[in-house]
């Protein structure tokens, strides 16, 4: 089932306010930029840390606002810092309002001095303004809190690691021996950006989305020329929810993918408005993010080889009021034949009740082909409902010699 999940969410890209120097988050010391720590000793280079869930949809850290801890999430796909509205009354005066453009069009959200903050017992600096809009999207969308958003406005600054095998985002004064393969950044106006090779595509940027949960998305040309050309096989279709509203996008598994001498095959990525690198494929690896000296190491994590995986009920939840709620039916899928109707209420997936979980976990069993039952709450009635999921053929079938020129280890072609 899908999760709403924001695969090619909103870009907070502000005109005049891209340089603003912000720091809701993490604004703490100066870095030492570009330099590789000549020791080993990784516990000195760390100036402040916090733990995530690195089973969930966002990389979360605690920010206390006013004396208040509130979740926040790091996402260099937007190049502004923004905060929920339930804080709006702690902003202080409305400053202006500013055109802000997202997946889904422009809008016009308001723009306030930024709040008292601090990351654990260190007081932050450098905070002045700060975005201020609607995240229900965000916490509808993944079942997860959200009361602010991270942007490059303040990460531009920043040395940042993004630890997946043990659930740790952190700040760095420089880099840490063994980090892994440098590969060079690029600063776009969206963001950070490095370059993909993409069977049937060749080599092309993309914008490091860590606000983007999926293995990330591919212009809708690109897209269609990949799929066309017999490069990817088209295997999902996903309402895709933001800040500009909820749109539906087809999902493609790409023969091959090399980012820098790293490679893979049948990543699944979804059509969009741009070239984004997701937060699941950048799991891959234990990411450091040299933004002052604009590169990028990798070093290879657990789930290095981890297939693809994807919705495969055709049903799309959401999160409201603490229930779980199918808010989208496709067409011809399989929670259409198991009898799914947009309005129930998902009590239990496979005997696991869906309270007290997030959308995230709840939507984890669907995402596997078999046979699964559901309990769902329908006007005042309560039925049992069995749904059938399989899995489409890999691009194997579809683009034999691309894939067959791929590798998913580092440093050799097959």
């Known amino acids: 089932m899908s999760c709403a999940v924001n695969h090619d969410r909103t870009k907070l890209v502000v005109p005049g306010l891209f340089c603003a120097r912000l720091g809701i988050c993490l604004a703490l010391l100066v870095t030492t930029h570009g330099r590789a720590e000549p020791t080993s000793?990784?516990?000195?280079?760390?100036?402040?840390?916090?733990?995530?869930?690195?089973?969930?949809?966002?990389?979360g850290v605690p920010i206390n606002l006013n004396g208040t801890t509130r979740p926040f999430f790091i996402d260099t796909g937007a190049?502004?810092?923004?905060?929920?509205?339930?804080?709006?009354?702690?902003?202080g005066n409305l400053l202006r309002n500013v055109e802000v453009h997202?997946?889904?069009?422009?809008?016009?959200?308001?723009?306030?001095?930024?709040?008292?903050?601090?990351?654990?017992?260190r007081v932050l600096s450098g905070v002045t303004e700060v975005l201020c809009h609607d995240m229900s999207w965000a916490r509808e969308g993944t079942g997860v809190d959200?009361?602010?958003?991270?942007?490059?406005?303040?990460?531009?600054?920043?040395?940042l690691r993004l630890d997946f095998d043990r659930g740790e985002v952190a700040c760095l004064r420089g880099i840490p021996k063994g980090s892994g393969e440098p590969l060079p950044l690029d600063r776009l106006p969206r963001g950070p950006a490095?370059?993909?090779?993409?069977?049937?595509?060749?080599?092309?940027?993309?914008?490091?989305?860590?606000?983007?949960?999926?293995?990330g998305?591919?212009?809708?040309?690109?897209?269609?020329t990949m799929v066309d050309g017999a490069h990817a096989a088209h295997v999902t279709t996903a309402r895709v929810a933001s800040?500009?509203?909820?749109?539906?996008?087809?999902?493609?598994?790409?023969?091959?993918?090399?980012?820098?001498?790293?490679?893979?095959c049948d990543v699944l990525f979804y059509e969009g408005e741009s070239n984004l690198l997701g937060l699941e494929y950048l799991s891959r690896y234990v990411v450091t993010f040299d933004f002052p000296g604009k590169r990028m190491y990798l070093r290879p994590s657990a789930r290095h080889n981890n297939p693809s995986h994807w919705d495969l009920s055709g049903a799309n939840l959401s999160r409201k009021d603490g229930c779980t709620v199918v808010s989208f039916v496709l067409p011809g899928s399989a929670a259409e034949r198991a009898g799914l109707a947009v309005g129930d209420l998902i009590e239990m997936i496979d005997s696991r009740r869906t309270s007290g979980r997030t959308?995230?976990?709840?939507?984890?069993?669907?995402?596997?082909?078999?046979?699964?039952?559901?309990?769902?709450?329908?006007?005042?009635?309560?039925?049992?409902?069995t749904l059938l999921l399989e899995r489409p053929e890999s691009t194997a079938a579809a683009a034999p010699a691309a894939k067959a020129t791929t590798e998913v280890t580092k440093g050799k072609r097959r």
Do not use: Y
């Not at 000793?41 to 990389?59: S, T």
């Not at 800040?243 to 893979?264: E, I, K, N, P, T």
């Open 41 to 59: 000793g990784h516990e000195k280079l760390v100036e402040a840390r916090a733990k995530f869930d690195p089973n969930g949809p966002l990389i």
């Open 79 to 91: 190049s502004i810092t923004a905060v929920d509205l339930s804080v709006r009354a702690e902003l």
């Open 102 to 121: 997202t997946s889904n069009g422009t809008r016009q959200l308001e723009l306030f001095a930024a709040p008292r903050a601090k990351f654990g017992d």
């Open 146 to 159: 959200v009361a602010g958003i991270i942007g490059m406005d303040f990460l531009w600054q920043r040395i």
């Open 194 to 215: 490095v370059t993909l090779e993409i069977s049937g595509l060749g080599r092309l940027p993309f914008t490091i989305d860590t606000g983007c949960t999926g293995q």
């Open 217 to 224: 998305t591919i212009e809708a040309g690109h897209f269609a």
């Open 243 to 264: 800040a500009g509203g909820v749109s539906s996008r087809r999902g493609a598994l790409a023969a091959g993918v090399a980012l820098g001498d790293f490679r893979h």
């Open 359 to 385: 959308l995230w976990d709840i939507c984890r069993p669907l995402r596997e082909p078999g046979t699964h039952t559901l309990c769902v709450e329908r006007g005042n009635h309560t039925i049992d409902l």
